[in-house]
């Protein structure tokens, strides 16, 4: 229990009813079952119970066992806030670092082309999807979150860690399938670096943490769909990192010719859609 709530919870007792009003005016984003007993001043055993008449007029939600989060009145017609109100309470709560990534990372960084139908997620550990209101919230374990660059982005419940520019372009290009197959992959490219340029250190920083296949897939895409000037340098940092030939299109077949600059074989026509 943080400072701020410990606060509240000591200096007075509520009504379960006026539950959801009290955590939305003192801008608490979520609760646990032990202070919601403890502001109710009920056992814990008991909370379930109380909250099942809030749950089904949907004033509160469980996005996880033991965890509670008041909804906002224009989300009552959801069940839950939008999954980027609720995920860093989420994570908070079952102790998993994480940011959001791929297509939803994207959107927040101005490729918004496409709205993600999901809502993805990286995380340190194994968790289950879950859908939460109208959320569909998809997780990915990845073990080497700590090497990957963030930014925080405000949500209506404070800062939500995002992927930044560059390890959502490397992301996307590393994880195809995730990221909606390859055309999309290239929609995001091409609207990433419109929105903001790149940063080719960042990029070159990053490397290290990726496949080659990503990276010459990327520095691919962004030697011909973008307006960088500096990608020959990841074409040298590539170049050093030797390995087989790579497909630019990793679930298509093996023929097309063969960019030699990236050691990428052009095994299908790319139809990025801007």
């Known amino acids: 229990m943080n400072n701020k709530k410990d606060s509240f919870i000591k200096a007075e007792r509520i009504k379960a009813t006026d539950l959801p ?7 608490i984003a979520s609760v646990t079952t032990k202070e919601i007993a403890d502001l109710l001043g009920i056992a814990q055993n008991q909370v379930p119970q109380r909250m099942q008449s809030l749950k089904r007029k949907q004033m509160i939600a469980t996005p996880a066992k ?11 017609t959801w069940g839950a806030p939008p999954a980027i109100d609720i995920i860093d309470s989420l994570m908070k709560y079952m102790n998993a670092r994480y940011y959001v990534g ?5 959107g927040y960084l101005g490729a918004s082309h496409h709205a993600p139908q999901v809502f993805q997620v990286a995380v340190s550990r194994l968790i289950r999807d879950r859908v939460i209101g109208r959320s569909d ?8 979150m700590e ?13 939500v860690s ?5 390890t959502t372009l490397l992301d996307v290009t590393e994880d195809v399938l995730i990221a909606g197959g390859l055309d999309n992959v290239a929609t995001l490219v091409i609207e990433l670096c419109e929105a903001e340029k790149p940063s080719i250190s960042s990029l070159l920083e990053l490397s290290a943490h990726y496949s080659v296949s990503a990276l010459r897939r990327l520095g691919w895409l962004l030697e011909n769909f973008s307006i960088m000037t500096d990608v020959y340098l990841l074409k040298k940092a590539v170049s050093q990192r030797g390995a087989a030939q790579s497909l630019l299109d990793p679930f ?3 023929s097309g010719v063969v960019d030699l600059s990236w050691n990428l074989r052009i095994n299908r026509v790319v139809e990025p859609d801007v």
Do not use: C
Request: hydrophobic share 35%; net charge positive.
């Open 66 to 76: 033991g965890l509670w989060i008041s909804v906002p009145p224009e989300y009552m």
């Open 147 to 159: 090497r990957k660059q963030t930014i925080s982005v405000m949500s209506r419940n404070g800062n």
């Open 21 to 27: 009003n009290y955590l939305l005016s003192h801008g």
């Open 102 to 106: 791929w297509l939803s990372a994207a």
């Open 252 to 254: 298509s077949e093996r």
């Open 137 to 144: 919230i998809r997780f990915f374990h990845r073990s080497d």
């Open 162 to 166: 995002v992927s930044s520019r560059e």
